[in-house]
T-cell receptor, first 114, second 113 residues
Framework: NAGVMQNPRHLVRRRGQEARLRCSPMKGHSHVYWYRQLPEEGLKFMVYLQKENIIDESGMPKERFSAEFPKEGPSILRIQQVVRGDSAAYFC????????????FGQGTRLTVV | GQQVMQIPQYQHVQEGEDFTTYCNSSTTLSNIQWYKQRPGGHPVFLIQLVKSGEVKKQKRLTFQFGEAKKNSSLHITATQTTDVGTYFCAVRERGSTLGRLYFGRGTQLTVWP
């Protein structure tokens, strides 16, 4: 049972370009979360999705950021017109139905905007 | 939303010394989770505490949940270089079993050989 898969592991984008980060949850998991981590900081929640639904996007910046989790395929976090401040590690986590279950994290995508 | 304060932010110890990190909340928590993140790695779940006054052990790691369920601690006895990393506490959205996690800022542990 493969874990949470994220790709790419490292992504370099110039200012103004688009960044697409992909996340495939663990097999059988239908709940996906995206978190952002700045250097030497904790993880900040961005968005929580289930298949074809956004459940909670309260942590997502209003502009330039969007997320989806289609019926088929991975969840995508999309950042348009990236700026230097978007440079961070972006982690995806998944879990499944159950009381207070742990989150399984992917290895993250380290985004660098130059 | 939920907030947890975690201290200290950094801890440097000699191998063999003990280490403790603390998480505090102003509100009563339904449960608390602990994660470890190695340098350059991703968070890995360690444990979840649910009951008031609960104490759980994993080898040299001891986890406690306060009687009032407002604080928690992680204690490592006789640290080893393999313990290096950042330890985070995290709590779920109040009343939720699947909602977002609120993370503490983490305690970065360095162990000198």
């Amino acid at each position: 049972n493969a874990g949470v898969m994220q790709n790419p592991r490292h992504l370099v984008r110039r200012r103004g370009q688009e960044a697409r980060l992909r996340c495939s949850p663990m097999k059988g998991h239908s709940h996906v979360y995206w978190y952002r981590q700045l250097p030497e900081e904790g993880l900040k929640f961005m968005v929580y999705l289930q298949k074809e639904n956004i459940i909670d996007e309260s942590g997502m910046p209003k502009e330039r950021f969007s997320a989806e989790f289609p019926k088929e395929g991975p969840s995508i976090l999309r950042i348009q017109q990236v700026v230097r401040g978007d440079s961070a590690a972006y982690f995806c986590a998944s879990n499944t139905q159950g009381a207070n279950t742990e989150a399984f994290f992917g290895q993250g995508t380290r985004l660098t905007v130059v | 939303g939920q907030q947890v304060m975690q201290i200290p932010q950094y801890q440097h110890v000699q191998e063999g010394e003990d280490f403790t990190t603390y998480c505090n909340s102003s509100t009563t928590l339904s449960n608390i989770q602990w994660y470890k993140q190695r340098p350059g790695g991703h968070p890995v779940f360690l444990i979840q505490l649910v009951k008031s006054g609960e104490v759980k052990k994993q080898k040299r790691l001891t986890f406690q949940f306060g009687e009032a369920k407002k604080n928690s601690s992680l204690h490592i006895t006789a640290t080893q270089t393999t313990d290096v990393g950042t330890y985070f506490c995290a709590v779920r959205e109040r009343g939720s079993t699947l909602g977002r996690l609120y993370f503490g800022r983490g305690t970065q542990l360095t162990v000198w050989p």
